[in-house]
């Protein structure tokens, strides 16, 4: 091997360390739930703040790589693969959220990093509607979407937030409850499959709820 060839092999490995140790130092503050700047990041991780800047031109992109370093150095279960794996994934991720809450409630009320957590989501909700797929088929078309939103809102960190939070349960009993909900709609979906229905609240419910709705307006407004 050539002087040349060795050097930029271990130039590669020294930059890539040094990108890996200024996405460790952003994780740690906004675990400890420091204030994350630019500056305080190239302290954390013993290098300059050009340095960062270097490697992540603006925050955007720093957020972003934050946010996918997280996942994978944090200990995020995998996406579930069998629809039998979607309780147990929920209380994982359950586990999961709470093992690394400063962390993951900081994502949650940090604008940029919402948005960052939003680019993650998309990929789990690709992967949950093909796995819904055969347990909606059943249902037409606007009710399988509403189907869907119903399995997707609960599995959302911000369930999982509230339920340890403002209902002080566990991380794993909150889990639990998450995974309880997910298998009621599954088992109400394998009903309604059964009874050949297509929509997932019988349309005399919808219409009284309307007629609720509209004296409450009526009343209001008078």
């Known amino acids: 091997m050539s002087r040349r060839a060795y050097d930029n092999s271990l130039r590669t490995e020294q930059a890539e360390q040094t990108k890996q140790r200024i996405l460790q130092a952003a ?21 300059s703040e050009p340095t960062v800047y270097r490697y992540f031109p603006n925050r955007e992109l720093l957020v972003a790589a934050v946010a996918e ?5 944090l200990g995020s279960p995998p996406i ?3 629809l039998d794996e979607l309780g147990t994934s929920a209380i994982a991720m359950a586990l999961y959220m709470g093992r690394n809450k400063t962390f993951i409630r900081a994502g949650m009320r ?7 957590r939003a680019k993650g989501r998309k990929q789990r909700v690709g992967s949950m509607r093909k796995l819904l797929a055969p347990v909606v088929a059943h249902l037409d078309e606007h009710d399988r979407e509403v189907a ?3 399995f997707v809102s609960v599995m959302r960190g911000e369930t999982w937030d509230y339920l340890t ?37 019988d349309e005399a419910s919808v219409k009284r709820a309307r007629e609720l709705d509209a ?7 008078g």
């Open 148 to 150: 869907f939103g119903a």
């Open 165 to 201: 939070s403002e209902l002080d349960l566990t991380d794993e009993d909150a889990g639990r409850a998450i995974a309880f909900v997910l298998d009621a709609c599954t088992d109400k979906l394998a009903q309604l499959a059964r009874k050949k229905r297509t929509k997932i609240v």
């Open 110 to 116: 940090d604008p940029e990093y919402r948005e960052a």
């Open 80 to 82: 579930p693969t069998t």
């Open 69 to 73: 370093y997280a996942n994978s150095r």
């Open 27 to 47: 994780v740690e503050m906004v675990s400890d739930g420091q204030v994350v700047a630019t500056a305080t990041i190239a302290a954390r991780a013993g290098v």
């Open 215 to 221: 004296d409450a307006d009526k009343k209001g407004r």
